[in-house]
């Protein structure tokens, strides 16, 4: 039984009738998935020069396929492509146009692969140049971290525990901490290129191919370090992506760490940081509000990132090998995850080295709160007291100086040598938060002097590529 003549041109030789038209819409990728052309072109063109390599096609073959598929990337770039929803997906697509362009030779690219060989490639190779440019943006947030950290490095506000006034620490220090976190994503990052960077073209559907085929060769020319094992895995294997997303979620976890203390510390109650106007927005009804939008938003954003991961986990689970059509669902989640990840490391990147510390305002915060009591009970073991003997004393120390609405500081000597005899004149030294800060003098302290060993140390060994 022949086909009727309007089935799919690509597939439609087994089938008696046209798949039904929300069908066909239903399972159509091609409006995200044109977004890989420029990957799915550079895939065929190093397909077909290994073809004419290994001697499937001849060398003119070659070059007309890839002079039509250079046309074609042309016409997608230039906005005259047609885009198909018939043709259901980007590969298709861009095949059946090369075949009006240059004939009969078009239908000859497809030897020897599959679709499912050719998205993998695609997709590897679409985030393998976004991974690139995440890196790129995220070196910038990261060196505009470290600038700001050097001229706060002596700033010194109160560090918090339980959100609590605990001990003073130097604002460079606090910046050093995320920076800290920002170096572990971007090893992470490092480390999901890594994986990803291994070409599965020439697992064709799911065995391989009968086609002399040499796909060391294709991966040399696509810039992969090596070809991918196994067949079976190299079709079916997205977990690059769930990497990719794992990599994402753990970043937003720590930018919306960072934002919710941003917006914290524009808040009238902080008062410690101002972020410029143009970073913020205001309110319809209320003429006095400033609002903290872009960390706000960033803080928000980490839900769909979050949402992306289980998305992905939750595709691959149960999956049978080797390929399915469910794959085609990875798309989504890691478009948007790149596009959510390039613009808050963006708004980031702009917005960190324009933070206005206010010096004084964090200053009298860190007065506030009795910053320095644990300096106070190191003092006292120092002076031959056992830490938890010390520990009682202050307590008692800073019960007694809550009462009078003083800070230990405030205190007279007679005062505090209530509480033990072996205070002295010194022990106001040690009651200063210069003092407290800059007794802190060991790597990984809060000192001035390690904030800026620390800063020198970070700008050497930043990027892992
Ligand atoms: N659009 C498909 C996807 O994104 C391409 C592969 C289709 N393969 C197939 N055997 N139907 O996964």
Same mark, same amino acid.
């Given at each position: 039984m022949s086909s009727d003549s309007s089935t799919n041109q690509q597939w439609g030789g087994r089938f008696s009738e046209p798949t039904d038209a929300f069908v066909q819409r239903f399972t159509a990728s091609v409006d995200f998935d044109q977004r890989m052309y420029k990957q799915d072109i550079e895939g065929s063109i190093a397909h077909a020069t290994m073809l004419a390599k290994v001697g499937v096609l001849t060398n003119e073959e070659r070059d007309q396929i890839i002079t039509g598929l250079r046309q074609v990337e042309e016409e997608i770039t230039n906005g005259t492509f047609q885009w198909s929803?018939?043709?259901?997906d980007v590969h298709m697509n861009i095949e059946a146009r090369l075949t009006q362009l240059i004939?009969?030779?078009? &239908? &000859?690219?497809?030897t020897g692969r599959s679709r499912n060989d050719q998205v993998a490639t695609d997709i590897r190779l679409y985030l393998r140049a976004e991974i690139d440019l995440i890196n790129e943006e995220l070196k910038r947030l990261q060196t505009g971290l470290l600038d700001l950290a050097e001229r706060e490095a002596e700033t010194i506000m109160p560090g918090f525990t339980h959100l609590q006034t605990a001990q003073p620490v130097t604002f460079g220090h606090h910046l050093l901490a995320w920076f800290e976190m920002l170096k572990r994503d971007a090893d992470r990052l490092a480390d999901c290129r890594k994986r990803l960077n291994q070409s599965p073209l020439g697992a064709a559907a799911l065995a391989g191919t009968s086609y002399p085929i040499d796909r060391a060769y294709t991966a040399e020319l696509l810039g992969f370090s090596k070809p991918t094992e196994n067949s079976l895995d190299s079709v079916s294997d997205r977990d690059f992506a769930i990497e990719f997303c794992a990599f994402a979620s753990i970043l937003f976890t720590h930018l919306s760490r960072a934002s919710e203390e941003l917006i914290l510390w524009t808040s009238a109650q902080f008062n410690f940081i101002n972020l410029p106007d143009r970073f913020c927005t205001g309110s319809s009804i209320m003429p006095q509000k400033k609002n903290p939008d872009v960390p706000e938003l960033v803080r928000g954003k980490t839900g769909r990132i979050h949402g992306h991961l289980i998305a992905l986990l939750t595709l691959m689970k149960s999956q049978p090998l080797a390929y399915n059509k469910d794959n085609q669902e990875d798309k989504e989640p890691v478009f948007d995850a790149v596009d959510t990840v390039k613009d808050c490391l963006r708004a980031f990147a702009d917005m960190i080295p324009a933070i206005e510390a206010k010096k004084d305002s964090m200053y009298e915060s860190a007065k506030?709160?009795?910053?320095t009591a644990t300096d106070l009970a190191d003092y006292l073991v120092r002076k031959g007291l056992p830490f938890r003997d010390a520990h009682e004393v202050v307590g008692r120390s800073v019960a007694f100086a809550l009462e009078k609405n003083l800070d230990l500081y405030e205190l007279e000597l007679e005062q505090l040598q209530q509480f033990s005899d072996i205070i002295g004149e010194d022990v106001f030294e040690v009651l200063t938060l210069e003092g407290s800060v800059a007794a802190r003098d060991h790597f990984g302290g809060t000192a001035p002097n390690q904030v800026r060993q620390a800063i020198a140390r970070a700008r050497t060994e930043m990027s892992p590529w």
């Open positions: 929803v018939e043709l259901e004939g009969i030779t078009g &239908k &000859k690219l497809h506030r709160g009795y910053a």
